[in-house]
Antibody, heavy 126, light 108 residues
Framework: EVQLVQSGAEVKKPGESLKISCKGS????????IGWVRQMPGKGLEWMGI????????RYSPSFQGQVTISADKSISTAYLQWSSLKASDTAMYYC???????????????????WGQGTLVTVSS | EIVMTQSPATLSVSPGERATLSCRAS??????LAWYQQKPGQAPRLLIY???TRATGIPARFSGSGSGTEFTLTISSLQSEDFAVYYC??????????FGQGTKLEIK
């Protein structure tokens, strides 16, 4: 059974750093991309970026480039989302999700998300 | 960036009735369009991919249609468990996949 288990809720102060995690199991972790999605309080879903743990190829949405860092440790099947200096506006629920991989066109691309983590609530407040 | 626009923002429908949700892309995404359902306190759940293919375990009352820039999610006979927020997502423009802002389906 495919599972994505995220780390627990965090409460931080502005300016602090943070790294949250997403552990994959039940599938070959290095063969699938892992994406991160933000959901601010009462708002919609925002695609942040995505990483391929097999070779650490990472892509970011322009809105999040330079604001967060996505990484992965394939030895422990875990992806990470980190901030070096949190702001109050980073307060949100963060989901990791695994997209299905489509190789029908010769090259392989991640597509829609078929598995999601349970979410990690990050609260940034002074 | 491809902008996905969903309408209406909120849809009020009575149980047993039909609901039609729309999603428009700012440029063609072919059939690379997915729909997700999100209930309060839960992660999103995949409903439809390829614009019209139901995901595993999704009831037949959910159907998707469209291609290019115009897409529709139809729920043929609303059940109580269907009241939720629905999001569309395009996955045509690698690596910048974008979501719509969501449609809240509420009980009338």
């Amino acid at each position: 059974e495919v599972q994505l288990v995220q780390s627990g809720a965090e409460v931080k102060k502005p300016g602090e750093s943070l790294k949250i995690s997403c552990k994959g199991s039940g599938y070959s972790f290095t063969s699938y991309w892992i994406g991160w999605v933000r959901q601010m309080p009462g708002k919609g879903l925002e695609w942040m970026g995505i990483i391929y743990p097999g070779d650490s190829d990472t892509r970011y949405s322009p809105s999040f480039q330079g604001q967060v860092t996505i990484s992965a440790d394939k030895s422990i099947s875990t992806a990470y989302l980190q901030w070096s200096s949190l702001k109050a506006s980073d307060t949100a629920m963060y989901y990791c999700a695994r997209p299905i991989l489509d190789c029908s066109g010769g090259s392989c691309y991640p597509y829609y998300f078929d598995y999601w983590g349970q979410g990690t609530l990050v609260t940034v407040s002074s | 960036e491809i902008v996905m626009t969903q309408s209406p923002a909120t849809l009020s429908v009575s149980p047993g009735e039909r609901a039609t949700l729309s999603c428009r892309a700012s440029q063609s995404v072919s059939s690379n369009l997915a729909w997700y359902q999100q209930k309060p306190g839960q992660a999103p759940r995949l409903l439809i991919y390829g614009a019209s293919t139901r995901a595993t375990g999704i009831p037949a009352r959910f159907s998707g249609s469209g291609s290019g820039t115009e897409f529709t999610l139809t729920i043929s006979s609303l059940q109580s468990e269907d009241f939720a927020v629905y999001y569309c997502q395009q996955y045509n423009n690698w690596p910048l996949y974008t979501f719509g802002q969501g449609t809240k389906l509420e009980i009338k």
